[in-house]
Nanobody, 124 residues
Framework: QVQLVESGGGLVQAGGSLRLSCVVS????????MGWFRQAPGKEREFAAG????????YYTDSVKGRFTISRDNAKNTVYLHMSSLKPEDTAVYYC?????????????????WGQGTQVTVSS
């Protein structure tokens, strides 16, 4: 059974940085496109960033472009999300997802596995 475990969340002031990690076990990371989604209180889960199986392509929602960077280390079975210039509106629970489809779409409903989430709180 594939399991994803996120870590690295916390409380940070606006303008600060955090790096989230997602460790994948029970499967080979290179078999999955990976995504980071986030869910703010009272809102639906939304796409933040995604990366192809090889790491050759990365995708970002407009609100995080230029501030967030997604990367992966397939040898360590770990995906990262480096977040900088954080804003209060980035406050959310951040979830890591894995999509086994070779033609991954980065759509929420297409992801096969999810982690439990890690809280990111940005204070103003």
């Amino acid at each position: 059974q594939v399991q994803l475990v996120e870590s690295g969340g916390g409380l940070v002031q606006a303008g600060g940085s955090l790096r989230l990690s997602c460790v994948v076990s029970g499967g080979t990371l290179s078999s999955y496109a990976m995504g980071w989604f986030r869910q703010a209180p009272g809102k639906e889960r939304e796409f933040a960033a995604g990366i192809s199986r090889s790491g050759g392509a990365a995708y970002y929602t407009d609100s995080v472009k230029g501030r967030f960077t997604i990367s992966r280390d397939n040898a360590k079975n770990t995906v990262y999300l480096h977040m900088s210039s954080l804003k209060p509106e980035d406050t959310a629970v951040y979830y890591c997802g894995a999509d086994a489809n070779p033609w991954a779409t980065m759509r929420l409903r297409d992801f096969d596995y999810w982690g439990q989430g890690t809280q990111v709180t940005v204070s103003s």
